[in-house]
T-cell receptor, first 113, second 112 residues
Framework: NAGVTQTPKFRVLKTGQSMTLLCAQD?????MYWYRQDPGMGLRLIHY???????AKGEVPDGYNVSRLKKQNFLLGLESAAPSQTSVYFC????????????FGSGTQLSVL | QKEVEQDPGPLSVPEGAIVSLNCTYS??????FMWYRQYSRKGPELLMY????GNKEDGRFTAQVDKSSKYISLFIRDSQPSDSATYLC????????????FGSGTRLQVQP
């Protein structure tokens, strides 16, 4: 009964390093999302995907790239990490989009020094 | 100005109190309104879902939407320490492509 699984749970990077966050869902959902959560800012959408092979920009896409090569996986990449990308990252999925229930992962705490 | 405004709190109440959490919004196209609950170090989970205006009740929780005032509320009756969490309002203009717009969250602490 996994739902949405995010790896890693914690990561510390130095400025300029790169990394990939992995999100996997086992509910056969079409829609997947990457959010970041910062104090006082709520959840802000980075990128989203409406199906395998498709991605779209959200509210704060700069500095991030994504890929959805397989329906169950949604990857978030940071090519050159900056301290402003220190945040908690959440992946979510849903069956038919924004009007339906989102299922969230447990988050990745990322610190960029 | 943010599309969705939510008082960050923290809000501290005694066990058994009635809690009122609120959000205001500016986009008149929003039709779907949700409340998510987020425990510390966890992902948000859907608590209540309402389409358009009106009330919806589920156990101790009642969600209200007033589209004319662009104002939504979540009421918690007989609050319990286990209700201590951050409550996020969220809303969407249409089905399909777009994702939700979230409020910044209100932190609630229910004292035993």
């Amino acid at each position: 009964n996994a739902g949405v699984t995010q790896t890693p749970k914690f990561r510390v990077l130095k400025t300029g390093q790169s990394m990939t966050l992995l999100c996997a869902q086992d509910m056969n959902h079409e829609y997947m999302y990457w959010y970041r959560q910062d104090p006082g800012m709520g959840l802000r959408l980075i990128h989203y995907s409406v199906g395998e092979g498709t991605t779209a920009k959200g509210e704060v896409p700069d500095g991030y790239n994504v890929s959805r090569l397989k329906k169950q996986n949604f990857l978030l990449g940071l090519e050159s990490a900056a301290p402003s990308q220190t945040s908690v990252y959440f992946c979510a999925s849903s069956s038919t989009g924004a009007s339906e229930k989102l299922f969230f992962g447990s988050g990745t705490q990322l610190s960029v020094l | 100005q943010k599309e969705v405004e939510q008082d960050p709190g923290p809000l501290s109440v005694p066990e058994g109190a009635i809690v009122s959490l609120n959000c205001t919004y500016s986009n008149s196209a929003f039709q779907y309104f949700m409340w998510y609950r987020q425990y510390s170090r966890k992902g948000p989970e859907l608590l209540m879902y309402t389409y358009s205006s009106g009330n919806k009740e589920d156990g101790r929780f009642t969600a209200q939407v007033d589209k004319s005032s662009k104002y939504i509320s979540l009421f918690i009756r007989d609050s319990q320490p286990s209700d201590s969490a951050t409550y996020l309002c969220a809303m969407s203009a249409n089905t399909g492509r777009r994702a939700l717009t979230f409020g910044s969250g209100t932190r609630l602490q229910v004292q035993p």
